[in-house]
């Protein structure tokens, strides 16, 4: 062909890409430009959002040149001059099956590609060069000649054979040619670009998160949880957020800004959320509580999950992570420290002595900081010269008054240590024998980590923060820490926490761990947070059915407005005969005979309990999926038997799981998409006492409270105090429905014993404190033998 046929042919091919709407960007960098700033321009490419693919369409890449080699023509980008000068010889009618194919050259981005093209095109190919004996010999045998050459006239026109009609050549030399190649190279490059949006397209859903999800090796027999986690290789962990959205703590761990969150029983659900995301193609954020190293050090363990179904690293996971409860715990103490300095300064000190050390004198002049006026403003004073105050001003200013008997805030301490239970602090010689009978909690038990679980945003956890209540005055009036004047010290020591912690699961798919309130005397769940109006958030809820979902309906959906679509609930066989008559079990000693041999009617009998927390459930509205959770010792016949009784007890589903969680994960999935009417246990505006009694009639089967003059008392100091309105939040024993944890099954024919309640006025509940035992109730002094 001339070389004005050649360019015309090659003008209507670009036209026609521009036609279709292709949108492509030519990248062109500066000489100069450094490996950082190329990595740093390539970051901010794949950040923008109108950016929907940033590929190398020249295909000069070793990937690239690979695949070409080994035929996969479909999945490659090919050179640009090979790929125009295979379309020009079918544009011609070019004929290359069968045909004998000779290409001169050297350069690596023409002659390899070229000879692949053409063999994968069924032609015979001979490749040549500057130092190919007899090159006039090979070129005369051509049907097809390809001269790639930097080097002008290295191939002379008389070594083509005469009178080969059938003849095709391209030339490419480093010799400019009007009207030459280079129109075809940019043709080609588009072409190349509208194929990478069409393989992108065929693969891309609106809304469905692009995620590449490691393949689990299984081993048969499973190895340790260690092992397994080991095992895998984490995937760096920012993936898929903008770089100032994220907060980088090594490769496997980082903390999300909240500004990114502005654009939703541990194996379980880390299995189900792996089943879903990554089987199912949903999108599945799964939410965990930070695990306390009191359990982590203790017989249960850490909360990674186990086996397959794991948040890895998982010694990361169990133990420091990225420092919140670390930062929980400092907060906590230096609240319990800023109480004590109160009562002791007051009990030594003037009123004027007070004053002038929290308002000292600046250049001979006493002025008021912002938290100084806010406290005078609730105290109802309206001034802002500290010399104008008058002695009965100051005083009610300078002093808090505290009931040493009032303080309900403790230490804490992120292990069990049962020595530091009941101590005496205060018996050095400067604290003038002002001794103090004090105790420490388990950190995660701080109402600072209840705060962090149901705060919304930085305004409301400021609040929170300063509206929890430490203790009251012999007045009867509630301290709280903004009266103590550590609010803003605590939100300085908090400042990383309230951002979401973000790991992976075993196959790569995203779990946020944030939180982790003790499921006891605080509600038990991780923080709010959301995936966003496309996707979906699986959760769990700490300790037994009866409290996990309870606390979860009633105090996080109430606060975070968020209404659950389904409600997974595990059962395993062994727990089933436990429920009805089975042998005690002891950690870490081997499983008594009746739970790993069949037994039908333990089976049938203990689903007594199951049935009650399935009806439990269902009393909110909520669709309900039974997982039971199959050992190897379970036989078919048992795992069968509580999937037909669940349903007959009108689950939703009931599926067995063991070895995968595929058919939970289609069961949640079409549980989610059944109708649900979500409903709240009780109002909030009854009395203390009577949301106590509907929670204790209707979830734990109670016949009614009996509260003792301790917790009646301050139910009325609560209600007059204004936090009569507030949720409850049981601190009951998980080992069974009653109050008693030997009482198995459903008991029945009790009264709940409340032996006081305390309040969490930051985290925004009253817990009120059942007796474990009904022994542990003297009927004629109406108090407590034992310890809680």
């Known amino acids: 062909m001339a070389p004005e046929e050649i360019s015309a042919q090659i003008r209507a091919r670009l036209k026609n890409q521009v036609e279709i709407g292709t949108k492509a960007t030519d990248i062109k960098l500066p000489r100069t430009t450094t490996e950082s700033e190329v990595i740093k321009y390539i970051i901010s490419l794949n950040e923008d959002s109108t950016v929907h693919g940033f590929v190398d369409v020249d295909g000069l890449t070793s990937i690239s040149a690979g695949k070409l080699a080994r035929g996969d023509l479909n999945d490659c980008f090919i050179p640009c001059m090979p790929k125009g ?358 950190s995660v038990a701080s109402e600072i980590m209840a705060v962090l679980a149901l705060t919304t945003s930085l305004e409301d956890r400021r609040e929170r923060l300063g509206k929890m209540v430490v203790a009251s005055s012999k007045k009867g009036e509630p301290v709280s820490a903004e009266d103590l004047g550590v609010s803003g010290a605590l939100i300085v020591l908090m400042k990383d926490t309230i951002k979401p912690n973000l790991m992976q699961r075993l196959e790569g798919t995203p779990v946020f761990v944030h939180a982790g309130p003790f499921a006891n005397i605080t509600h038990g769940n991780s923080s709010i947070i959301l995936v966003g109006p496309e996707g979906f958030v699986v959760t769990e809820a700490g300790f037994g059915a009866d409290i996990g979902i309870e606390k979860f309906f009633n105090i996080k959906s109430q606060y975070s407005g968020l209404h659950p679509h389904v409600v997974v609930l595990v059962a395993t066989v062994s727990a089933l005969k436990m429920h009805r008559g089975g042998p005690m079990v002891t950690a870490g000693m081997p499983l008594p005979k009746a739970y790993i041999e069949e037994n039908l009617e333990l089976v049938e009998k203990g689903f007594s309990n199951l049935k009650k927390q399935t009806e439990n459930a269902r009393m909110f509205g909520i669709p309900v999926v039974v997982a039971v959770n199959a050992f190897k010792t379970d036989t078919e016949t048992e795992l069968d038997l509580i999937g037909c009784l669940s349903r007959e007890q009108r689950a939703f589903d009931a599926v067995k799981w063991g070895k995968g969680t595929l058919a939970l994960a289609q069961a949640v999935q079409r549980a989610g998409q059944a109708p649900s009417s979500f409903q709240l246990l009780y109002d909030l505006k009854l009395p203390v006492e009577d949301k106590i009694r509907i929670i204790a009639q209707k979830i734990y089967g109670a016949d009614n409270i009996e509260s003792l003059l301790k917790a009646q008392h301050k139910a009325e100091v609560y209600t007059k105090q204004g936090f009569g309105n507030l949720p409850i939040c049981m601190a009951k024993t998980h080992l069974s429905l009653s109050h008693n944890p030997e009482r198995k099954g459903v008991p029945t024919g009790f009264f709940l014993p409340i032996r006081d309640i305390h309040a969490s006025i930051g985290a925004g509940f009253l817990y009120p404190l059942p007796c474990f035992y009904d022994t542990d109730l003297d009927p004629e002094t109406e108090q407590v033998n034992g310890l809680f």
């Open 85 to 442: 000068c295979l379309e020009l010889m079918k544009e011609t009618g070019v004929q290359i099956a069968r045909r004998h194919a000779v290409v001169v050259g050297c350069s690596k981005i023409v002659r390899a590609p070229m000879r692949d093209l053409l063999l994968w095109n069924n032609a015979t190919v001979t490749t040549c060069h500057s130092k190919t004996a007899n090159l006039d010999e090979e070129v005369n045998k051509g049907d097809i000649l390809v001269v790639a050459t930097g080097r002008p006239e290295m191939v002379k026109g008389e070594w083509i054979k005469p009178g080969n009609k059938k003849l095709w050549v391209m030339w490419h030399t480093t010799r400019p040619v009007p009207g030459g190649l280079g129109l075809m190279t940019v043709a080609m490059l588009m072409q190349s670009t509208v194929e990478s949006a069409k393989r992108f397209l065929e693969k891309f859903k609106p809304g469905k998160w692009m995620i590449q999800y490691n393949n689990l090796n299984l081993k048969t027999p499973v190895r340790s949880d260690i092992d397994i986690s080991r095992s895998c290789k984490p995937k760096p962990i920012g993936i898929g957020l903008l770089s100032e959205e994220v907060e980088l703590y090594g490769e496997t761990k980082a903390k999300v800004l909240l500004s990114a969150l502005e654009q939703g029983k541990s194996t379980t659900t880390i299995g189900l959320v792996q089943a879903l995301l990554a089987h199912l193609s949903q999108n599945f954020f799964m939410c965990v509580r930070q695990p306390s190293q009191g359990p982590t050090f203790g017989i249960k363990g850490g909360a990674a999950g186990g086996g397959y179904s794991q948040v890895i690293p998982m010694e990361e996971f169990n133990l420091h992570l990225t420092g919140d409860i670390h930062a929980i715990t400092v907060s906590n103490n230096l609240v319990a420290a800023a109480i004590d300095a109160q009562l002791f300064h007051e009990l030594t000190q003037t009123d004027k002595a007070i004053f002038t050390h929290l308002v000292p004198s600046v250049n001979g002049v006493r002025k008021f900081s912002d938290i100084h006026i806010q406290r005078l403003n609730r105290l109802g004073i309206d001034k802002t010269d500290s010399t104008t105050l008058t002695d009965e001003e100051i005083n009610r200013f300078a002093r808090l008054d505290i009931d040493p008997e009032t303080i309900a805030w403790q230490r804490v301490l992120n292990t069990n240590d049962r020595f530091l239970r009941k101590i005496t602090i205060g018996q050095a010689p400067t604290k003038k024998s002002h001794t103090q009978t004090v105790h420490f909690d388990i």
